[in-house]
């Protein structure tokens, strides 16, 4: 009796591994049916959008680059008179050049191209052409990588992607575990590769060690880029900045506020995009003009490449903004269009701790932080996420069944599926549209399921 207990006990034990490996398997396989796609045109966006000064740089080199030279360069003022007068319409901002070879940008509204970017030379007014605001090649990336071109939904869609990219890889971590295998002390497949490109085991292999190696970066994109989701970043977005007020707490002042946004007035960091603007008070004298206010935030310390919003009415102000790769000296600054007096005065180290962290994720998740070292270490995460999704795609059709989707097989103790359904589910709670994708999947497997035991039952 003894005995045959003893048999029976491991036979249990390995019954119920294989149906967690068979639930397991099976949701990693929803997983992937649900992100590849998107994971590949987010990898190959972001590897681009990680050199974006670089590609610019070189795609518009015609407008964005000129001659150094020793003359001084002209005023501000000039500059937009001569873009101005090329294309007539109403400035929304200015960039002065950033290095001694760059150009200024002039941000015009016009009656008949919209919105453009007209680009001068600093040394002598000359227009060199212009491009549609948000129109550059980069920009065309960056849209793409948000899928901002797709609408509202499409935001949402990448708060669902984030989160299922995140199971992807914990499954992933699961199915890759080593156990124990006869005859090898150390089984392929766990570090290396076996095989050859022909067969599964090399892109089974290939899968499992690229994921290995990378998903923790994996995660770390997912997660830092959840942010910018239109959903759960949102409304974190609101909850973090303190009731849609917006500004940090360390730069709260007693002035004059309006109802206008920053993110309205142009590109701002996360933490800033529910700041609120200041006001400006009417004096006599009049407004003070671009040529001092660029003076201004120059006197102040505004690093290069800083971009200037000119006020949007009597009441507006002018605003000095700056997101460099250097974190700390991130920076806006509110000017009194009237008195030049600053009325706030930003930077990173005037948000919250979560405001930090949040602002420091998304900057090594732009390749930013770190400089080359950070673009390379990326650029290979990129690489890999194409890698992991081109193997996953040649393993699944090497081993389909003709004739079928070929979703992994059910547990045969449904207990083993709803233990992962659960821990699943935890997520859900957190991300709200992953949760709400959960349940979407949910009655898809059990609708499949079902289909499978009717043909099953069938007479032949």
């Not at 499409?154 to 990219?165: H, L, Q, R």
């Not at 190696?213 to 409304?235: D, E, K, N, Q, R």
Request: glycine share 10%.
């Amino acid at each position: 009796m003894t005995s045959t207990l003893s048999r029976v006990a491991p036979a249990r034990e390995a019954a119920a591994a294989s149906d967690l490996y068979r639930a397991v398997w099976r949701w990693h396989f929803y997983a992937g049916l649900l992100v590849l796609p998107f994971l590949i045109l987010l990898a190959v966006t972001g590897a681009l959008y990680l050199f974006r000064d670089e590609i610019d740089g070189f795609v518009h080199r015609d407008v964005k680059v000129v001659e150094a030279q020793a003359t001084a360069q002209r005023q501000p003022s000039a500059i937009v008179e001569a873009a101005l007068a090329a294309h007539p319409g109403t400035v929304f901002k200015y960039l002065p050049p950033a290095t001694p070879t760059a150009s200024a940008e002039v941000g015009v509204k016009t009656a008949d191209l919209g919105k453009i970017s007209v680009y001068v030379d600093p040394h002598d007014a000359r227009v060199l052409g212009w491009i549609a605001d948000k129109g550059s090649f980069i920009w065309v990336v960056r849209q793409l990588h948000s899928l901002a071109y797709f609408g509202p939904i499409a935001s949402g869609v990448i708060e669902i992607a984030a989160g299922w990219t995140i199971l992807l890889v914990g499954t992933g971590i699961y199915l890759w575990w080593p156990r124990q295998r006869r005859g090898s002390a150390a089984p392929g497949g766990v570090v290396t590769v076996r095989g050859q490109p022909r067969q599964r085991v090399f892109w089974r292999d290939t899968h499992a060690v690229t994921g290995l190696f990378v998903g923790f970066f994996i995660v770390f994109l997912a997660v830092t880029g959840m942010p910018w989701s239109g959903f759960w970043g949102g409304y974190v977005n609101q909850w973090a900045n303190g009731n849609n007020f917006g500004y940090p707490a360390g730069v709260r002042v007693s002035v004059p506020m309006s109802d206008e946004h920053l993110a309205h007035a142009g590109p701002t960091t996360w933490s800033l995009e529910q700041a609120r603007m200041p006001e400006s008070a009417a004096q006599p004298g009049g407004p003070i003009g671009l040529d001092a206010a660029v003076a201004i935030f120059d006197r102040l310390g505004l690093a290069k490449g800083y971009a200037v919003n000119p006020p949007a009415g009597p009441s507006g102000v002018y605003t000095g903004s700056v997101y460099p790769d250097d974190l700390s000296r991130q920076r806006v600054v509110h000017l009194d269009q009237y008195t030049g007096k600053p009325l706030i005065d930003m930077s990173y180290a005037d948000y919250g701790p979560l405001g930090k962290s949040l602002e420091w994720g998304i900057n090594v998740h732009m390749g930013q932080e770190f400089g080359l070292a950070n673009q390379l270490v990326m650029l290979a995460v990129c690489a890999a996420i194409v890698l992991l999704s081109v193997s996953a795609a040649v393993m699944w059709w090497k081993r389909r069944p003709r004739g079928s989707l070929g979703v992994p097989p059910m547990p045969t103790n449904a207990g083993a599926m709803w233990g992962v359904v659960v821990i699943m589910a935890i997520g859900g709670v957190i991300f709200p549209l992953v949760g709400a994708s959960l349940i979407v999947m949910l009655l898809l497997d059990r609708l499949l399921t079902r289909k499978r035991r009717v043909q099953a039952l069938r007479p032949l």
